[in-house]
């Protein structure tokens, strides 16, 4: 039995919120390097499923910058409209994540944090191309929408994958992984009660 299993719920979450800041700030200040591959998987599928939308793709520090091939309206002629997102919004699970394993102080705990955070970045890069879809086919407003040629429907399940990708997949995802992965020492938590 690990001794934070031994000393019981109460001393877990006191050192999952003694991690918290630690794994917060090396996720922000390591962002670009831990979220190159979600925005690799989120660029391949941008560029392969969205190829009349997007002519390029970059990323900038934790940001994806996606250049469209839409234009932005009638007063500025040759120009292009381009979407920045935040693979921040996406990935805060990750810190949290990261905090739970750390304090749980398993044997193999870095095989776990790495599997776990791999586990993560598909959906990560779910809310980013949900959120550029997002920009392009809702937000930016009509004279730009307009180019895109989604249906109503289509648009409806945009915003569905949004509100998941944002609300709901950044916080539960974590949280499912790390039961999964730690379903010994939750079973030990429980017993030591």
């Known amino acids: 039995m690990t001794a934070a299993a031994q000393a019981g719920l109460p001393r877990f979450v006191l050192l999952t919120l003694a991690w918290l800041p630690v794994t917060f700030a090396v996720w922000y200040f390591a962002a670009p390097i831990l979220l190159y591959p979600a925005f690799a998987l989120a660029e391949a599928v941008l560029r392969f499923g969205f190829a009349d939308l997007v002519r390029a793709v970059s990323m900038d520090g934790?940001?994806?910058?996606?250049?469209?091939?839409?234009k932005p309206g009638q007063a500025a002629a040759g120009g292009q409209v381009s979407v920045d997102v935040n693979l921040l919004?996406?990935?805060?699970g990750m810190p949290m994540f990261a905090a739970l394993v750390l304090a749980a102080r398993e044997a193999h705990w870095p095989r776990v944090l790495a599997i776990g955070l791999a586990a993560m970045l598909p959906f990560v890069a779910w809310g980013v191309v949900a959120d550029f879809l997002r920009n392009v086919a809702i937000t930016a407003g009509p004279a730009i929408a307009s180019q895109t040629g989604f249906t109503q429907?289509?648009?409806?399940?945009?915003?569905?994958?949004?509100?998941f990708g944002?609300?709901?997949l950044p916080t539960v995802v974590p949280a499912a992984v790390w039961?999964?992965?730690h379903r010994p020492f939750l079973e030990r938590l429980r017993t030591s009660r």
């Open 89 to 92: 919004l996406y990935s805060f």
């Open 166 to 168: 944002t609300l709901i």
């Open 62 to 70: 934790s940001t994806a910058v996606v250049l469209t091939t839409l």
């Open 153 to 163: 429907g289509q648009r409806e399940t945009i915003v569905f994958a949004y509100q």
């Open 179 to 181: 039961v999964l992965t």
